[in-house]
């Protein structure tokens, strides 16, 4: 399978390229900086505002770990809709890795409309929920957003085990929206592998 990450020298990129190699697949990093680098793999030196269709068209998966930074969350926006503008009606599967935000406490209330968004985080959870409202109203090319639960921790062990939970915040039986970043890529691989088109999947340990 070809497969290319959007920002495989991140904190969940540079996982999900070192568990995909393991499983005998060669990703192509795009990156902004190949010198940060630590492996021999082929690269996309670029920034996801510069990808041009003919960068990413022999691709089966385009994998997005692109995140905004704190200070231009507007960049969460800008980037999906350019992934949109050079994805429609071709071919490359996208597969998205959201917020928790999008993802509803209930019935009817998302994540990101309630008190337990710390303040300092409005804004970014607010861009990414727009951002996905324009990826939600794409039908002509196939993509998969994945939402991590409320709390993801980089250093938190691995365990092996991860629930996915549709549009809905998953609570693990502890009262806890948790998982450690390693379960997250585990449950993220195995969409990559088992996709479910035009669709959110939140997923929790």
Same mark, same amino acid.
């Given at each position: 399978?070809?497969?290319?990450?959007?920002?495989a020298?991140?904190k969940l990129?540079?996982i999900l390229l070192?568990?995909?190699?393991?499983?005998?697949?060669?990703?192509?990093?795009?990156i902004r900086n190949k010198?940060?680098?630590?492996?021999?793999?082929p690269?996309?030196?670029k920034?996801?505002?510069?990808?041009?269709y003919d960068d990413?068209k022999?691709?089966?998966?385009?994998v997005?770990?692109?995140?905004?930074?704190?200070?231009?969350?507007?960049q969460?926006?800008?980037?999906?809709?350019?992934?949109?503008?050079?994805l429609?009606? !071709? =071919?490359?599967?996208l597969v998205f890795?959201g917020?928790?935000? +999008?993802?509803?406490? @209930?019935?009817?209330?998302m994540l990101v409309?309630?008190?337990?968004?710390p303040?300092?985080?409005k804004?970014?959870a607010?861009?990414?929920?727009k951002?996905f409202?324009k990826?939600?109203?794409?039908?002509?090319?196939d993509?998969?957003?994945l939402a991590p639960?409320a709390?993801m921790?980089?250093?938190?062990?691995h365990t092996?085990?991860?629930?996915f939970s549709? !549009? =809905?915040?998953?609570?693990?039986?502890?009262?806890?929206?948790? +998982?450690?970043?390693? @379960?997250?890529a585990?449950?993220?691989i195995?969409?990559?592998?088992?996709?479910?088109n035009?669709s959110i999947?939140?997923i929790?340990?």
């Amino acid at each position: 399978m070809n497969i290319g990450i959007i920002g495989a020298t991140g904190k969940l990129g540079g996982i999900l390229l070192e568990k995909l190699q393991i499983k005998g697949e060669v990703p192509t990093a795009i990156i902004r900086n190949k010198s940060k680098l630590s492996v021999d793999i082929p690269v996309i030196e670029k920034s996801i505002f510069d990808l041009t269709y003919d960068d990413v068209k022999d691709f089966d998966i385009i994998v997005n770990t692109f995140n905004a930074p704190l200070d231009n969350p507007e960049q969460f926006i800008t980037s999906t809709e350019h992934l949109i503008n050079i994805l429609k009606e !071709n =071919k490359p599967r996208l597969v998205f890795a959201g917020g928790a935000g +999008i993802l509803f406490v @209930d019935d009817h209330t998302m994540l990101v409309d309630t008190p337990e968004v710390p303040i300092e985080f409005k804004p970014i959870a607010e861009a990414e929920v727009k951002a996905f409202k324009k990826l939600k109203k794409e039908k002509s090319f196939d993509w998969t957003y994945l939402a991590p639960p409320a709390l993801m921790e980089y250093d938190a062990p691995h365990t092996g085990k991860y629930h996915f939970s549709g !549009n =809905k915040l998953g609570i693990n039986e502890d009262g806890k929206s948790f +998982i450690s970043y390693q @379960d997250y890529a585990d449950a993220f691989i195995e969409k990559i592998y088992h996709p479910e088109n035009h669709s959110i999947v939140g997923i929790f340990s």
